[in-house]
Structure formats: structure tokens, C-alpha cells
């Protein structure tokens, strides 16, 4: 039998974001999921600057002038930000699958050396962007 209405309006709703904290295993795993979707979509973009760059010699010229551009160069280096995460958060996850760090201590000590891992690739991605 349904319960009545009066009791299931008074459930717990927390709506307030600002509450709402995720453990750093959970914002692991969310950050690897959209890294993993900002790659499947670079996967286009990057097949497209290839074949400009491959048509011709002008072609080449182009794709050159195309990514000398700031905001080219920023949209490069989030794509190589997001791939190293989605790297290093992959090892980790592969690393998982075989039965390490899967203690609530170790997952969220493994997640903090994968952030700081993606910082440093990220680092020295903008170094060879720019
Ligand atoms: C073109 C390259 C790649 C693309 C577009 C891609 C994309 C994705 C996407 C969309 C997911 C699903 C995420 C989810 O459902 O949570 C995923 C999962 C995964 N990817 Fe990749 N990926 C790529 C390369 C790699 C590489 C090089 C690794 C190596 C470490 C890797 C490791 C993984 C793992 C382990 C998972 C499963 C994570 C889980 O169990 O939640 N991926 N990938």
C-alpha cells in the first residue's frame, strides 16, 4: 500500500549544492569520465587539422596558421590536459582492476598522486604548446 502523501513530502531534500561535498575518489571518477569525453571529441578535431595539414603544401600552411592562434593553442592544451588525465586516471583504474588501491586510504592517496601526475603533464604540455 502507497504511503500517504504527507509523509513522503516531509522526506530529506538536499537541493543546496554548497552542502553537497564529494570525496576526492568521486570527483576522480567524474573527471575521468568527462576527460575520456573531451578526448573522444579531440579525436575529430585533431583528424581534422591532420588531413588540412596533409592535403597540400598550402594545406600545411594553414593548419600551421590555424594552430598558431591563443585560443587554438589554450583548446590544445585542455585536449592534451584532459588526455593525460584520462592517461593517468586509466592506469590508475587499470591499476584498480588488478586489486590495488582499493582501500577508501589508498583510492584517495592514488587520486591525489594522479591530480598531481596530470598537473605536472599539464604543465609541460603548456610549455610545448606555447
Ligand atoms: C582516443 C582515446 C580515448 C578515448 C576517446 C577514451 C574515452 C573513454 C570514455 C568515454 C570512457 C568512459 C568513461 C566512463 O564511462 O566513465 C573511457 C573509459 C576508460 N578509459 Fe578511455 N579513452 C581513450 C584512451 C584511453 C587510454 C589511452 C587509456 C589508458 C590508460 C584509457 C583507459 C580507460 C579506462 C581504464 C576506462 C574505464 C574507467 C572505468 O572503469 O570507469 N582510455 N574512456
Keep these: 500500500m502507497s504511503k500517504p502523501v ?3 513530502k516531509s522526506r530529506p531534500v538536499n537541493l543546496d549544492l554548497q552542502t553537497i561535498s564529494f570525496p576526492i575518489t568521486a570527483i576522480a571518477s567524474i573527471l575521468h569520465r568527462v576527460a575520456g569525453v573531451i578526448t573522444f571529441v579531440a579525436v575529430g578535431i585533431l ?5 588540412i595539414s596533409l592535403s597540400s603544401p598550402v594545406g600545411f600552411m594553414e593548419a600551421s596558421d590555424i594552430v598558431n592562434g591563443f585560443f587554438v593553442k589554450f ?3 585542455g585536449i592534451l590536459t584532459a588526455l593525460s588525465y584520462h592517461i593517468v586516471g586509466g592506469i590508475r583504474h587499470l591499476l584498480m582492476d588488478l586489486g590495488h588501491f582499493e582501500e577508501l586510504d589508498t ?6 598522486v594522479a591530480f598531481g601526475v596530470t598537473a605536472v603533464l599539464s604543465l609541460l604540455a603548456g610549455v610545448w604548446v606555447w
Aim: glycine share 6%; proline share 0%; no cysteine.
Design 75 to 77: 583548446i590544445l592544451w
Design 47 to 51: 583528424l581534422w587539422l591532420l588531413s
Design 107 to 112: 583510492g584517495a592517496m592514488s587520486a591525489k
Design 6 to 8: 504527507k509523509e513522503r
